[in-house]
């Protein structure tokens, strides 16, 4: 409660401290330094909830002079926002129809019963949902099924140590798989879709959703196999042994889900429909009459379709979704959004992205292999401990300031830093899914230290060197 006091009366002084300063060629910079400063602070410690703080630049940038209340408003509507909106809907209508879980047991089931292939099936299904709805909701339907895995396999093990190593492996591999999974469609994670939204901002050519998903996919494979080996055989190592009871308890699980409903195929096919079109938009594109077709409107879309399309349930049960579902969409998420985008705005308009841009490319870099290299590295530790749609959102014009002045393609640095800001493996306070997992109980937070320092090296090597080298293959 004193940290969280002292956060909170942090933010305002710091603000008031640099409003005042008596420096009238620096006065719009400066009070922005001040927004920036609170707002981070707020966010960190959470003294308020992180929607609240995301509505500070509706009330400071117009009594600072930055921009008009309108023009703030306007932050708060981006497309980018409503696409996450349609993405959060469809996850609603997995989650409602228990359509997830099933999906997650079958996966399960098809692993078999050695202790390394349940970990990989967790893991996979993990991953496969994340792409789809938040990280959080994956991880919290996930937990109690790897809990009762490892509950139920306990004794199968020949002595505790083994046993141990199974629960870290499997929770680790549930909290890290969430935060790769998002990390292949711009929908699955905030940063992409901060991303998304600056590069349309700065009129760069669109991502678009088939081409990320076609670039990210192949890097996720390959952290995820990473991952993987990490855990399983390096730093916490699984005997390559049969785990009896895995089978039956999947049985049981599925046999009291039972037969898929009319409502969980109408749900699949909404999903798999939305999909395919954004896959084949730049196709739909060249039709008359479909050449404003945006990935966008496909999300609201869909999301329009589950509240016109019957259950089929009985005459009673009415659509896939209805508005008392909507209590399950994560608002302050869609605020955070429109607070990080208001903030890159903000620095835009009062010229600190140009100023700390000069600074930074004025520095020596002997190729741009290591700038991506430094500013991956830069991504992946401070989202160890702020939020990463704050990080993407106020450092990615930052990134295209120093590629303009280097003379480098923006995407170069801004795509590595993007994914870097999705690789928090270390602590439980980086990423919902690792705060998830680690109150389970099965793992200390030195345990999470140790394979979470790991990975954060190496994604950052991974990440790197894939973005050096396909960056330009596929954006440039």
Same mark, same amino acid.
């Given at each position: 409660?004193?940290?969280?006091?002292?956060?909170?009366?942090?933010?305002?002084?710091?603000?008031?401290?640099?409003?005042?300063?008596?420096?009238?060629?620096?006065?719009?910079?400066?009070? +922005?330094?001040?927004?920036?400063?609170?707002?981070?602070?707020?966010?960190?410690?959470?003294?308020?909830?992180?929607?609240?703080?995301?509505?500070?630049?509706?009330?400071?940038?117009?009594?600072?002079?930055?921009?008009?209340?309108?023009?703030?408003?306007?932050?708060?509507?981006? =497309?980018?926002?409503?696409?996450?909106?349609?993405?959060?809907?469809?996850?609603?209508?997995?989650?409602?129809?228990?359509?997830?879980?099933?999906?997650?047991? @079958?996966?399960?089931?098809?692993?078999?019963?050695?202790?390394?292939?349940?970990?990989?099936?967790?893991?996979?299904?993990?991953?496969?949902?994340? +792409?789809?709805?938040?990280?959080?909701?994956? @991880?919290?339907?996930?937990?109690?099924?790897? +809990?009762?895995?490892?509950?139920?396999?306990?004794?199968?093990?020949?002595?505790?140590?083994?046993?141990?190593?199974?629960?870290?492996?499997?929770?680790? &591999?549930?909290?890290?798989?969430?935060?790769?999974?998002?990390?292949?469609?711009?929908?699955?994670?905030?940063?992409?879709?901060?991303?998304?939204?600056?590069?349309?901002?700065?009129?760069?050519?669109?991502?678009?959703?088939?081409?990320?998903?076609?670039?990210?996919? =192949?890097?996720?494979?390959?952290?995820?196999?990473?991952?993987?080996?990490?855990?399983?055989?390096?730093?916490?190592?699984?005997?390559?042994?049969?785990?009896? &009871?895995?089978?039956?308890?999947?049985?049981?699980?599925?046999?009291?889900?039972?037969?898929?409903?009319?409502?969980?195929?109408?749900?699949?096919?909404?999903?798999?429909?939305?999909? @395919?079109?954004?896959?084949?938009?730049?196709?739909?594109?060249?039709?008359?009459?479909?050449?404003?077709?945006?990935?966008?409107?496909?999300?609201?879309?869909?999301?329009?379709?589950?509240?016109?399309?019957?259950?089929?349930?009985?005459?009673?049960?009415?659509?896939?979704?209805?508005?008392?579902?909507?209590?399950?969409? =994560?608002?302050?998420?869609?605020?955070?959004?429109?607070?990080?985008?208001?903030?890159?705005?903000?620095?835009?308009?009062?010229?600190?992205?140009?100023?700390?841009?000069?600074?930074?490319?004025?520095?020596?870099?002997?190729?741009?292999?290591?700038?991506?290299?430094?500013?991956?590295?830069?991504?992946?530790?401070?989202?160890?401990?702020?939020?990463?749609?704050?990080?993407?959102?106020?450092?990615?014009?930052?990134?295209?300031?120093?590629?303009?002045?280097?003379?480098?393609?923006?995407?170069?640095?801004?795509?590595?830093?993007?994914?870097?800001?999705?690789?928090?493996?270390?602590?439980?306070?980086? @990423?919902?899914?690792?705060?998830?997992?680690?109150?389970?109980?099965?793992?200390? +937070?030195?345990?999470?230290?140790?394979?979470?320092?790991?990975?954060?090296?190496?994604?950052?090597?991974?990440?790197?060197?894939?973005?050096?080298?396909?960056?330009?293959?596929?954006?440039?």
């Amino acid at each position: 409660m004193r940290k969280q006091s002292l956060a909170l009366l942090m933010g305002p002084f710091t603000f008031a401290l640099l409003s005042f300063w008596p420096s009238a060629q620096w006065h719009l910079q400066l009070s +922005m330094l001040g927004i920036i400063i609170w707002m981070l602070t707020w966010w960190i410690s959470q003294a308020v909830p992180i929607g609240v703080t995301s509505l500070l630049p509706m009330i400071l940038f117009p009594l600072a002079g930055i921009a008009e209340l309108k023009n703030t408003a306007a932050n708060y509507a981006s =497309p980018i926002i409503y696409l996450f909106f349609g993405g959060f809907v469809l996850g609603i209508a997995l989650e409602k129809w228990q359509v997830h879980k099933r999906i997650a047991l @079958t996966i399960l089931k098809a692993a078999g019963e050695s202790a390394s292939r349940i970990v990989l099936g967790s893991m996979l299904a993990t991953a496969l949902l994340s +792409m789809w709805i938040s990280n959080t909701a994956t @991880t919290v339907m996930m937990l109690p099924i790897g +809990m009762s895995v490892v509950g139920l396999v306990r004794h199968s093990f020949e002595d505790s140590k083994k046993a141990q190593n199974f629960g870290i492996a499997l929770m680790l &591999g549930i909290a890290y798989a969430a935060n790769l999974g998002g990390m292949a469609t711009l929908i699955g994670t905030p940063p992409n879709l901060v991303l998304a939204n600056l590069v349309q901002e700065a009129e760069l050519a669109p991502l678009g959703f088939a081409r990320w998903l076609f670039f990210a996919l =192949p890097l996720v494979i390959l952290l995820f196999a990473v991952v993987f080996w990490l855990n399983t055989r390096l730093l916490f190592p699984l005997k390559a042994q049969k785990l009896s &009871g895995i089978s039956e308890l999947l049985s049981k699980e599925l046999k009291t889900l039972g037969k898929a409903k009319a409502a969980e195929k109408r749900v699949l096919l909404v999903l798999a429909a939305t999909a @395919t079109l954004w896959i084949l938009k730049a196709q739909l594109n060249q039709i008359a009459g479909l050449e404003s077709l945006s990935d966008t409107i496909i999300a609201l879309l869909a999301a329009v379709a589950l509240f016109i399309i019957p259950a089929g349930q009985s005459e009673k049960t009415g659509p896939l979704l209805a508005w008392p579902d909507m209590q399950k969409m =994560p608002w302050s998420i869609l605020l955070l959004f429109g607070g990080g985008i208001s903030l890159a705005k903000g620095m835009e308009k009062t010229e600190m992205v140009n100023t700390l841009g000069q600074w930074i490319s004025s520095a020596s870099y002997p190729s741009v292999l290591l700038l991506i290299l430094v500013i991956t590295l830069f991504a992946v530790f401070l989202t160890e401990v702020m939020s990463n749609v704050a990080l993407v959102s106020v450092f990615i014009p930052v990134s295209f300031i120093i590629a303009n002045s280097l003379q480098v393609d923006s995407l170069l640095l801004a795509i590595p830093l993007t994914l870097g800001a999705s690789c928090a493996f270390m602590f439980p306070i980086s @990423t919902p899914p690792n705060a998830i997992v680690y109150s389970s109980g099965f793992l200390k +937070m030195g345990q999470m230290a140790k394979a979470g320092i790991w990975l954060n090296l190496l994604s950052i090597a991974l990440i790197s060197l894939y973005a050096y080298v396909l960056v330009p293959t596929f954006f440039g």
